[in-house]
């Protein structure tokens, strides 16, 4: 492989600005002053400098707390992959004469880099966000395989499960490459519940992401489950299928997505956006990349049950009638479209709506033209139901055979 690159990666495997000084790998062996063994990333920063990805610096550190610039996440691509170029290479004019200029090139030629998104120059020294490595990362496996350029088409409209897509800071032409590096496990959000798009990445961070990166080169799109998760929502609106021991009848969520129910009572309505699942059957291994969404440690008592299938559902619920309150929205008879509300701290955390467990006919007073929240519904075998919208749509959840 690299057959075309070979002669501009000869130029970034010699650079040094990326690794501090040209300490051999042979020094790889030898214990950084600045990374004690006791450091989360001692290992993963062993194990990249003895694959020759990073070197360590003359003064014997490593400045793990150095922030990742462009120039230097080229060349660890540059490194680390084995694409072929399949497209042209870039020519930033303020990458001339660059240490990392042939890596950049190499980069741009192997589709981790896209030249029109730096119009105004490269700025090779500039610290990477968090969104820009995410790009790139995804960029790169979507533009050499054809089932990632797949994925990228089926997460435009998946929901992610970071605070900033509840936030609306994700636009659907961002959220392919957020989901990408989460699907795959190229990059995780923060315990915050953010994902940190605008965030720079340190040197001991990017160590680990690198021999993230190595694996994720020899494997498929669809051997990630998480991503093939993502992708479900995207483009079935549900996950329901892959997490839980229940399937549907001859239409399913997808079909009644973005449709209307008129509340049986009169009241209102609503449009059924989407629905996901989440597998607590074994607490401390739960199926879903949403779990930490959706379902906290409070939850254990109710969700943590044999045969207990939550299932939160996005909803607008349009209120019509007068002093319009959650019970109106109980008594609708809408049937598996009536939930609950998610009383853990969540919705605050994440940074979405669900029903409010007091003063709701106040609630919904302010929102007279609509309100978009999650509301949570239990399934078991034997609790199986169904929904029918406005048009006919007639979605039933069985058990598979």
Do not use: C
Not at 77 to 89: K, P, W
């Amino acid at each position: 492989m690299k057959k075309q690159m070979s002669s501009i990666l000869a130029g970034a495997l010699i650079s040094v600005s990326i690794l501090g000084s040209s300490l051999p790998v042979s020094a790889a062996n030898s214990k950084f002053r600045d990374v004690p063994s006791t450091h989360w990333a001692n290992q993963s920063i062993t194990t990249a400098v003895e694959k020759g990805y990073f070197k360590g610096y003359s003064d014997g550190t490593f400045r793990p707390k150095a922030n990742i610039t462009r120039a230097e996440f080229a060349a660890l691509i540059a490194r680390v992959a084995d694409y072929e170029a399949v497209q042209g290479t870039a020519g930033f004019s303020d990458m001339k004469g660059h240490w990392a200029e042939s890596a950049v090139n190499a980069a741009v030629g192997m589709g981790f880099i896209k030249a029109t998104d730096y119009p105004n120059g490269f700025q090779p020294g500039k610290a990477l966000t968090r969104e820009e490595m995410a790009k790139w990362l995804s960029s790169g496996l979507a533009a050499n395989d054809a089932e990632y350029k797949q994925a990228w088409s089926d997460t435009k409209t998946t929901v992610l499960p970071v605070k900033e897509y509840f936030k609306g800071k994700i636009s659907p032409t961002k959220a392919p490459f957020i989901a990408i590096v989460m699907g795959t496990g190229l990059m995780k959000g923060y315990t915050d519940g953010t994902f940190g798009l605008t965030q720079t990445t340190t040197r001991a961070e990017v160590s680990a992401i690198v021999l993230r990166l190595e694996n994720v080169l020899s494997k498929s799109a669809n051997s990630f489950a998480d991503l093939t998760e993502l992708r479900a929502v995207g483009t079935e609106k549900s996950n329901l299928e892959l997490v839980t021991p229940f399937t549907f009848g001859n239409e399913t969520f997808a079909d009644a997505s973005g449709k209307t129910f008129t509340f049986k009572n009169g009241a209102g309505s609503l449009v059924f956006h989407r629905a996901i699942a989440v597998n607590a059957q074994s607490w401390n291994n739960k199926q879903s990349i949403y779990s930490d969404v959706f379902v906290a440690e409070e939850d254990k008592m109710m969700v943590n049950k044999k045969g207990l299938y939550p299932i939160f559902m996005e909803l607008t619920i349009y209120p019509k009638t007068n002093n319009f309150s959650a019970t109106h929205y109980s008594n609708s008879g809408a049937l598996l479209l009536r939930g609950a509300a998610i009383s853990n701290g969540l919705p605050s955390k994440y940074g979405y709506e669900t029903l409010p467990n007091e003063e709701t006919a106040q609630y919904f007073a302010n929102h007279r033209q609509g309100i978009t929240i999650w509301v949570v519904r239990y399934l078991t075998e034997d609790t199986l139901t169904n929904l029918k919208m406005d048009d006919g749509t007639y979605v039933r959840i069985v058990n598979k055979k």
